[in-house]
Every structure is written in C-alpha cells, then in structure tokens.
C-alpha cells in the first residue's frame, strides 16, 4: 500500500522519540517533517503545480504557490501563500539537515519542524472541507 503524507509525519515522531538527542536522529526528524509538509500539500491542490524551467519539484511546489495557483485552485490565494511560506522555511532547514554536516542542530530543531508539520497538516485539512 502506498504511503501518505501524514505516515512521513508519524516516523519523524517516532525517530525523535527513539532518541531525540542523536543528532542523526533530528536531522532524520527535520527530514521526514519536511516531506510530510510537501506530499500533504500536493494532496491539498486541486492541480498539479507547474514544473518551472531551471527549478526542481520542490521549488516548482513554492513558486506555484507564490504565483499561478493563485488562478488555478479554489483556495485561497492568501492561504497558498502561507503554505509556501511554511514549506520554504522548511525545506530550507531540511536540506541543512540533509546535506551541512557542518551544521550543528538539536533536539529544539526537530521540535520545531514536527509542530511545523502538524500546523501545515492541520491547514491543508481545514482548506480541503
């Protein structure tokens, strides 16, 4: 069975519980919080967003939202906007977790990204009733 965005959720939970003073562990939480965050909203619009010219899927996720979905989906703009806002910032510490070792992050890193992701998850719902 395929898995669903809130699942991506429920396993950054569960690695932070596991040990939430491993910084594997946190950069895996900010990890899975994050893609949460972008499957929840792609399963929130009504249209696939665009795939804009020198930008990746996520990238093309958060400008979509910041422009063209503003005529191409039922929600509201101001809504879409915030939901860009969030993935931006998210997607931004997700790739420090991912790629800077350099970087040092802790457990209130992690913290943060899971109530991140739950305010988003929480959002997308309230917009799809």
Request: net charge negative; aromatic share 10%.
């Amino acid at each position: 069975m395929p898995t669903k965005a809130d699942e991506f959720l429920t396993t950054a939970e569960s690695v932070f519980k596991l040990n939430g003073s491993c910084e594997s562990h946190i950069r895996c939480t900010i990890s899975r919080s994050y893609y949460s965050m972008y499957h929840k909203v792609l399963e929130t619009l009504d249209n696939s967003p665009y795939a804009y010219t020198g930008k990746g899927c996520h990238a093309s996720l958060i400008e979509y939202l910041q422009s063209d979905a503003k005529n191409e989906e039922r929600i509201d703009f101001s809504q879409l906007r915030r939901l860009s806002y969030m993935l931006k910032q998210e997607k931004d510490r997700r790739v420090d977790a991912d790629y800077r070792l350099e970087f040092e992050f802790s457990g209130i890193h992690a913290e943060q990204s899971i109530q991140t992701a739950k305010r988003c998850s929480q959002m997308c719902d309230d917009l799809k009733i």
